[in-house]
T-cell receptor, first 111, second 112 residues
Framework: SQELEQSPQSLIVQEGKNLTINCTSSKTLYGLYWYKQKYGEGLIFLMM?????EEKSHEKITAKLDEKKQQSSLHITASQPSHAGIYLC???????????FGKGTLLTVNP | DGGITQSPKYLFRKEGQNVTLSCEQNLNHDAMYWYRQDPGQGLRLIYYSQIVNDFQKGDIAEGYSVSREKKESFPLTVTSAQKNPTAFYLC???????????FGSGTRLTVV
């Protein structure tokens, strides 16, 4: 089965700083998703990457998928307190469309 | 507006009781999923269903049961056989052959 490893497990940054969260897969990724979650709430879709070398941006968040399609990174530029939460990467590994998740990265942004 | 509705938001269960978590979607999605979330564990798949009247076990199905009698509904029953049911439960859905997943807002189950 597919396993996703996220790093770091938690991250504390000062407002305005840049940060990167990584997601590494044990198998080739058919689709890689990034979600954000506030504690006790549902998942908010951020971005989905499918092609090797693909990069997408939304506001101050950029996600990349490497050429081998086994690693993705999420980069936040000039972090704000509103960026705080749990970031989860999820991946689809086959035709059954089962979505497997990493354990998440807890981001704290101090004002 | 289309979406997924999970109810209740909070649920308390006594030891030895079965409880059922509701998940309803009006997105006309074919596939539905149940995940469990524990602190530091990410989301783990309990059951999923790709069509009506059919469902498959996920990675942690023991102690849980589901049904899929209608396309819109995928209720999850947490049975007394589940030894550690306290967790946050999330339901999701997607259209067949489509990559977009929609998640509900979750149900927090606590054993008292």
């Amino acid at each position: 089965s597919q396993e996703l490893e996220q790093s770091p497990q938690s991250l504390i940054v000062q407002e305005g700083k840049n940060l990167t969260i990584n997601c590494t897969s044990s198998k080739t990724l058919y689709g890689l998703y990034w979600y954000k979650q506030k504690y006790g709430e549902g998942l908010i879709f951020l971005m989905m990457l499918q092609k090797g070398g693909e990069e997408k941006s939304h506001e101050k968040i950029t996600a990349k998928l490497d050429e081998k399609k086994q690693q993705s990174s999420l980069h936040i530029t000039a972090s704000q307190p509103s960026h705080a939460g749990i970031y989860l990467c999820g991946a689809v590994g086959g035709s059954n469309y089962k979505l497997t998740f990493g354990k998440g990265t807890l981001l704290t942004v101090n004002p | 507006d289309g979406g997924i509705t999970q109810s209740p938001k909070y649920l308390f269960r006594k030891e030895g009781q079965n409880v059922t978590l509701s998940c309803e979607q009006n997105l006309n999605h074919d596939a539905m999923y149940w995940y469990r979330q524990d602190p530091g564990q990410g989301l783990r798949l309990i059951y999923y269903s790709q069509i009506v009247n059919d469902f498959q076990k996920g990675d942690i199905a023991e102690g849980y049961s589901v049904s899929r009698e209608k396309k819109e509904s995928f209720p999850l029953t947490v049975t007394s056989a589940q030894k550690n049911p306290t967790a946050f439960y999330l339901c999701a859905s997607t259209a067949a052959g489509h990559w977009g997943y929609t998640f509900g807002s979750g149900t927090r189950l606590t054993v008292v």
